[in-house]
């Protein structure tokens, strides 16, 4: 069993900042890549952020410049920093984690989602 613990959602105006942070932990060989996906009322679930194993990283688009992805590999944790936040941003962000077992299978695994909301 894999559990993934997200922290650091709320309620922020425009123009702050949050941080989110998904800690991974249970059964898996090792991870081949975390981050952040997020689904807007009415959308459809959208990438984010996400690093891999081995450092590279991938922003949508509408994030760039303006959140930063990291992780703590000792603590199989991966932090958002999410600056400028803009009322287009709210969401409810989801923690995504891809690993592979002891067999070498890849798995992909969910949070259960941290809610966003920029508002003045």
């Known amino acids: 069993?894999?559990?993934?613990?997200?922290?650091?959602?709320?309620?922020?105006q425009p123009g702050g900042s949050l941080r989110l942070s998904c800690a991974a932990s249970g059964s898996f060989f090792s991870i081949n890549a975390m981050g952040w996906y997020r689904q807007a009322p009415g959308k459809e679930r959208e990438l984010v952020a996400v690093i891999s194993s081995g450092d590279n990283i991938n922003y949508a688009d509408s994030v760039k410049g303006r959140f930063s992805i990291s992780r703590a590999n000792a603590k199989n944790t991966v932090y958002l920093q999410m600056n400028s936040l803009k009322p287009e941003d709210t969401a409810v962000y989801y923690c995504y984690l891809k690993v592979l077992d002891a067999l070498w299978r890849y798995h992909e695994h969910w949070g259960q989602g941290t809610l966003v909301t920029v508002s003045s």
Not at 1 to 12: H, I, N, P, T
């Open 1 to 12: 069993q894999v559990q993934l613990v997200e922290s650091g959602g709320g309620v922020v």
